[in-house]
């Protein structure tokens, strides 16, 4: 009941335009030369979502301001690879690119329209609903087994009819924060940039190689969720239980490279399990060795 309280209660600051028009400014502080970076990643933001999303995204960034550690180079690469992830690809995003395409002037007038098809997966669509509606839908799809089925996805602006529903798609952006997917993705961010700040106090020299993980996670459909799944397992299994201080790693930023070469389209994760576990064993060995010793 509460969620659906919450859920209704921001719907409705939405349609009223409660504190959502005014972009925000460029927090002060910012690192020589980033300015252009996150000026982008506001805009791109604004246009995926609204001013509130953007507003989210400078606090964000504020945790990082003078921050030991962090200078420009990486300061950018937090702004760009954030921006990025914060504007992750669900069918209302690519509804959204798909009439910018179509607009005049976007691209080459003599290009003749075509059919872009999509797969997702059932529970990825039911995921961009909002929480109240979706739990009870996944909740049976589960039971069923159709979570995972491929659903094949059209978003043509070939027609007037194509163009109108793909309007009807993109507006559903007003319901994105309230939904599955959304709650996910706003974790995953925090998750990264909390590994980030972790790394920078622990471990520094391996904290560029932490945020650069975020590129691991892109895309939609059975490749997302893969991506997710692999970014997990090395953070759970090696970065994590560095900073925690119970794996005694020396080299986090190589381990990581070495996790992420590894990594594969495979469900069950067999050579990156593998990869991290044999990084543990030789960590834990050359640990003994120096005590023995």
């Known amino acids: 009941m509460a969620s659906f309280l919450s859920s209704l209660r921001y ?6 335009g409660e504190g959502d028009g005014t972009p925000p400014f460029l927090p002060p502080g910012l690192p020589d030369g980033v300015e252009a970076e996150v000026s982008d990643g506001i805009h791109l933001l604004m246009d995926y979502q609204g001013a509130r999303y953007a507003k989210l995204y400078v606090e964000r960034l504020r945790r990082f301001i003078g921050k030991p550690g962090v200078d420009e180079a990486m300061f950018r690469e937090i702004a760009r690879l954030m921006a990025i992830r914060m504007s992750y690809q669900d069918p209302i995003r690519i509804a959204q690119l798909k009439l910018a395409e179509a607009r005049p002037g976007a691209g080459d007038p003599r ?3 075509v059919d872009d098809i999509r797969k997702f997966r059932l529970d990825e669509l039911v995921e961009a609903l909002p929480a109240a509606i979706a739990e009870p839908i996944l909740y049976i799809l589960e039971s069923l087994g159709l979570l995972r089925k491929q659903v094949s996805i059209r978003f043509s602006t070939r027609t007037g009819c194509g163009i109108r529903r793909l309007k009807v798609e993109a ?14 993705e706003r974790l995953w961010v ?5 590994m980030i700040d972790r790394a920078l106090t622990k471990q520094p020299e391996a904290a560029l190689a932490i945020v650069h993980t975020a590129t691991m996670v892109q895309g939609y459909g059975a490749a997302y ?10 953070i759970d299994g090696l970065a994590k239980p560095t900073f925690d201080g119970v794996l005694p790693l020396k080299d986090l930023a190589g381990a990581v490279a070495e996790a992420r070469a590894a990594a594969s389209p495979d469900p069950r994760q067999a050579n990156l399990k593998r990869t991290i576990a044999e990084t543990r064993a030789r960590a834990f060995a050359a640990a003994a060795k120096a005590t023995a010793g």
């Open 171 to 184: 507006s559903l952006r007003r319901w994105r924060r309230f939904s599955v997917r959304y709650a996910r």
């Open 190 to 194: 925090e998750r990264w940039l909390h």
């Open 11 to 16: 719907l409705l600051s939405d349609f009223i």
């Open 111 to 113: 290009a003749p329209p």
């Open 225 to 234: 969720r893969q991506s997710i799944a692999d970014w997990h397992a090395i």
